[in-house]
């Protein structure tokens, strides 16, 4: 065997090695990603029964108005109730977003978005309402999906809308769609604060709160619409200028 045999061999067997170490690490990161999201999981479930019951019971002391209305306990008792119900929400939004990252897209179907929007709007009402805000929209497509991952999508990214509207300013939101190819872009515009350009990417971070001042909120929202939109085979992306309000777009695939 001559000098480049000898060293083209050492090459390809550098290279096995190397490849297999390779398939070996991915190996032992996808058992502790794995591990992770069950220890999530797991955390979620334990933390779920207690949290309740402590809502539960503050409920029902707060029946007691003539005991604790007015008084500092009456506050300290609110302050539970406040805080019990926004930690359940968190393990629910917690929960719910480490299962669609365990659990595959469950039976796609066609699914007609004016129809479900509308559903969606009707079911927000209070809180268009009481935020004075409007949503328009008109002849959306029919794309495949699962309705409630769906609806769930819809809902996080409108209620992102209302939360971050302007002082002062009625709220608009305006959705439209555009078919490119085998897809439809659809774009839900508002006129709220915005975010920084340089922050578009981390907007879609788990427990990722850029105004963290502004407005409460489990820091979920966002990542739970993106892994909807990534398990429907999409992608989802944001534009702001900071100043106008902002823009989300997401691709879902055409059913007509």
């Given at each position: 065997?001559?000098?480049?045999?000898?060293?083209?061999?050492?090459?390809?067997?550098?290279?096995?090695?190397?490849?297999?170490?390779?398939?070996?690490?991915?190996?032992?990161?996808?058992r502790v990603i794995?591990?992770?999201?069950?220890?999530?999981?797991?955390?979620?479930?334990?933390?779920?029964?207690?949290?309740?019951?402590?809502?539960?019971?503050?409920?029902?002391?707060?029946?007691?108005?003539?005991?604790?209305?007015?008084?500092?306990?009456?506050?300290?008792?609110?302050?539970?109730?406040?805080?019990?119900?926004?930690?359940?929400?968190?393990?629910?939004?917690?929960?719910?977003?480490?299962?669609?990252?365990?659990?595959?897209?469950?039976?796609?179907?066609?699914?007609?978005?004016?129809?479900?929007?509308?559903?969606?709007?009707?079911?927000?009402?209070?809180?268009?309402?009481?935020?004075?805000?409007?949503?328009?929209?008109?002849?959306?497509?029919?794309?495949?999906?699962?309705?409630?991952?769906?609806?769930?999508?819809?809902?996080?990214?409108?209620?992102?809308?209302?939360?971050?509207?302007?002082?002062g300013i009625q709220?608009?939101?305006?959705?439209?769609?555009?078919?490119?190819?085998?897809?439809?872009?659809?774009?839900?515009?508002?006129?709220?604060?915005?975010?920084?350009?340089?922050?578009?990417?981390?907007?879609?971070?788990?427990?990722?709160?850029?105004?963290?001042?502004?407005?409460?909120?489990?820091?979920?929202?966002?990542?739970?619409?993106?892994?909807?939109?990534?398990?429907?085979?999409?992608?989802?992306?944001?534009?702001?200028?900071?100043?106008?309000?902002?823009?989300?777009?997401?691709?879902?695939?055409?059913?007509?």
């Amino acid at each position: 065997m001559n000098e480049v045999e000898q060293a083209g061999e050492q090459l390809f067997d550098a290279a096995t090695a190397t490849r297999e170490e390779l398939v070996r690490k991915t190996g032992e990161l996808t058992r502790v990603i794995e591990g992770l999201e069950m220890f999530t999981c797991n955390v979620a479930h334990d933390l779920f029964e207690p949290l309740r019951a402590i809502r539960v019971y503050s409920q029902m002391l707060q029946k007691f108005e003539h005991l604790v209305k007015g008084s500092e306990a009456g506050k300290h008792l609110a302050f539970m109730c406040s805080g019990a119900a926004e930690a359940q929400i968190l393990i629910e939004d917690l929960l719910l977003y480490a299962r669609m990252k365990r659990v595959g897209l469950q039976s796609p179907q066609p699914i007609n978005l004016d129809q479900l929007l509308s559903s969606v709007i009707s079911a927000m009402n209070p809180r268009l309402q009481e935020s004075e805000a409007t949503v328009r929209f008109s002849s959306l497509p029919m794309v495949w999906g699962q309705e409630l991952e769906l609806k769930r999508l819809f809902i996080n990214l409108l209620t992102n809308a209302l939360k971050y509207r302007r002082e002062g300013i009625q709220g608009h939101v305006d959705l439209v769609a555009e078919a490119r190819g085998d897809e439809f872009v659809i774009a839900i515009k508002d006129n709220g604060i915005g975010f920084d350009t340089l922050d578009a990417l981390e907007i879609f971070k788990p427990f990722k709160r850029l105004k963290q001042d502004f407005a409460s909120g489990t820091g979920l929202g966002l990542a739970i619409a993106k892994a909807i939109v990534e398990r429907h085979g999409g992608r989802i992306w944001a534009t702001s200028d900071g100043v106008t309000g902002a823009t989300f777009f997401f691709t879902l695939q055409r059913a007509d």
